[in-house]
């Protein structure tokens, strides 16, 4: 009966330190996984040849740089802590601001590519050449994705492979709807695309002058509230260059309070963020 409970108990404590590590297969479909959502939010910022590892190397360089010039500047490890901490997230913070600012700029100029892509097939283009030519007519932000499109139909001669590439350049709800519309075109034939291509365009500007209304009403908010959870760490940062407030806060004590704020403001922070966002358009037909 001991042997058996000795057993039992050895068994038990194998299957505990058992459950701590992950199976080779499940951790490469974890580390796929994360790797493919980094992916997804660089193709959307326009960073194409940027790869997911090279973004993770440089937040663990800004961290580890920060944390020396923290360090050698005040000499206390708890505020070195914390500014290792804040610079972690600014690469991934420049990522999403740069990937507002493309759908933004895209969600602008969308309404006038619909429209010169409709006139042009009005006019009797084919759809090859419907899309090569908005490299020259189309808005300068799409330009260098058409331009490209364009290259690779002259090279291989096929639309779709090309179509696809141009999807996966532009990584874009409303791109995506305009590319499935012409490969369904292409591929089934149809009367009805420059009707919905007009009625898209229409619809495009409706929600681009909407949702700039609603973003010049919030925009004071969120300023506000950006203000509010910069300026207690604006104020902390004045106080490094006095010696005893370095020494106060280089303490257990001390660690606690800062990195218990660090918390709260980033809580704050992502909550703020998430009750003032506009819902964004996904992109359904990837």
């Not at 960073?47 to 663990?60: E, N, T």
């Not at 209304?213 to 604006?234: D, H, K």
Request: hydrophobic share 50%; proline share 5%; glycine share 8%.
């Amino acid at each position: 009966m001991g042997l058996l409970l000795g057993l039992g108990l050895g068994a038990g404590l194998f299957l505990i330190w058992w459950s701590f590590w992950e199976r080779p297969a499940e951790a490469r479909r974890r580390r796929l996984h994360r790797e493919g959502v980094i992916r997804t939010r660089l193709d959307r910022a326009g960073l194409h040849d940027v790869r997911p590892s090279s973004l993770v190397v440089l937040s663990g360089l800004c961290s580890v740089v920060s944390a020396v010039v923290v360090f050698a500047v005040t000499g206390g490890v708890v505020f070195a802590s914390c500014a290792a901490i804040v610079a972690a997230f600014i690469p991934w913070a420049l990522l999403g601001q740069r990937m507002r600012r493309r759908a933004k700029q895209l969600r602008t100029v969308w309404p006038d590519v619909v429209d010169l892509l409709r006139s042009a097939i009005r006019a009797g283009m084919s759809l090859p050449e419907a899309l090569a030519q908005l490299q020259h007519r189309g808005p300068a932000a799409v330009q260098p994705a058409f331009a490209r499109f364009a290259a690779d139909y002259r090279a291989t001669g096929q639309f779709i492979p090309a179509l696809d590439a141009l999807k996966a350049e532009l990584a874009d709800p409303v791109a995506d709807n305009i590319v499935e519309s012409l490969r369904v075109t292409r591929e089934v034939g149809g009367t009805d695309l420059g009707r919905l291509l007009g009625t898209l365009s229409e619809f495009l500007r409706e929600n681009s002058r909407t949702r700039s209304e609603l973003e010049a009403r919030q925009s004071w908010t969120v300023n506000a509230a950006r203000l509010s959870v910069a300026a207690p760490w604006l104020i902390l940062l004045l106080m490094t260059s006095q010696p005893a407030a370095v020494q106060a806060y280089d303490s257990p004590a001390g660690a606690v309070v800062l990195l218990g704020g660090l918390a709260i403001s980033f809580v704050a922070y992502r909550l703020m963020l998430r009750l003032g966002a506009l819902p964004e358009p996904e992109r359904v037909l990837r």
